[in-house]
């Protein structure tokens, strides 16, 4: 950390249960800062424990945005979360913004743009998302893709049914290739040269205990009471309930799975969940400050 310009914001990347949200705090306290969220669904207002969002403690001390802010039913675009951020970056000038996440799509639109696509369709989004519902609608909805769309289909995370489902809608609505779009982006809100970018580096063997204790901290304090709110409406088409964990936690309260095979099946998704998200940053993140926390204590 030696090297950072507190003269800049700070961008922090890095897996989930890596300890993010604890160095933005702590560098908050430390250089007058403030937080803004960077993960697609800490943003969703149903989802407080289950996603780890800061606790009322941290959001007294330090001023947060956008957390919890959108309602679970409401589709959220990374261009909304741009847009939100200019706003709030204007708000808190003398401040030091720190920009906290584990999107990796959120933190490239930051730093190196987005594509101005237009909105998708009311009738091509309940398209996508009765597709999704079914059993087969992904492995459709990549046929399509490959049958249409290579490059795209070559290079989306093709386990990632929010990513399946983006490049599907584009280029059902706009006729054009998601990647096609995707290299004529808008200029950066924040361009990489105008921030001091940190990526934590977390790997299985020192993630892993965190994320079982962290997964099981939750169940204990409050989850299941979340997925108990959400079970009469539950819609798994949504943004919102791609939640890690939420899904196992629905199919116990319906009486599907005991509450022990929930949580291990929880703790399964969210360990591949970080070795994307390891991926990801390592594909991109090359010119990032990486602080290996394996010489760390796991706390």
């Not at 702590?26 to 403030?34: F, K, Q, T």
């Amino acid at each position: 950390m030696h090297n950072i310009d507190y003269e800049k914001p700070v961008v922090i990347a890095g897996p989930t249960a890596s300890g993010k949200s604890a160095l933005a705090i702590a560098l908050a306290r430390a250089h007058d800062g403030v937080i803004i969220n960077a993960d697609a669904l800490q943003v969703y207002d149903c989802w407080r424990v289950l996603t780890a969002r800061p606790g009322p403690e941290e959001t007294r001390e330090i001023p947060h945005f956008l957390y919890g802010h959108v309602n679970r039913r409401t589709a959220y675009s990374v261009g909304q979360w741009l847009r939100e951020v200019a706003e709030i970056l204007s708000q808190v000038k003398g401040r030091m913004p720190i920009i906290v996440g584990g999107t990796g799509l959120y933190l490239s639109a930051l730093l190196h743009g987005l594509a101005e696509i237009p909105a998708i369709p009311v009738d091509v989004r309940r398209q996508s998302e009765l597709l999704l519902s079914t059993a087969e609608g992904r492995a459709r909805m990549l046929a399509e893709l490959h049958d249409n769309d290579l490059k795209t289909w070559g290079k989306i995370d093709q386990n990632n049914p929010a990513r399946v489902q983006r490049a599907w809608e584009v280029l059902r609505a706009t006729g054009r290739s998601l990647s096609d779009w995707q290299e004529d982006p808008t200029l950066a809100l924040l361009p990489r040269g105008s921030v001091n970018a940190i990526c934590l580096d977390a790997p299985k063997d020192w993630l892993t205990p965190r994320i079982k204790r962290r997964f099981q901290a939750m169940v204990e304090n409050g989850a299941l009471d979340e997925v108990r709110a959400a079970l009469p409406d539950w819609n798994p088409s949504l943004p919102s309930s791609r939640a890690i964990g939420a899904a196992e936690l629905m199919s116990h309260l319906r009486g599907e799975l005991p509450l022990a095979t929930a949580i291990e099946r929880a703790v399964i998704a969210t360990r591949q969940y970080a070795k994307r998200q390891r991926s990801w940053f390592r594909s991109r993140m090359g010119d990032w400050t990486h602080i290996d926390l394996s010489t760390k204590p796991c706390e």
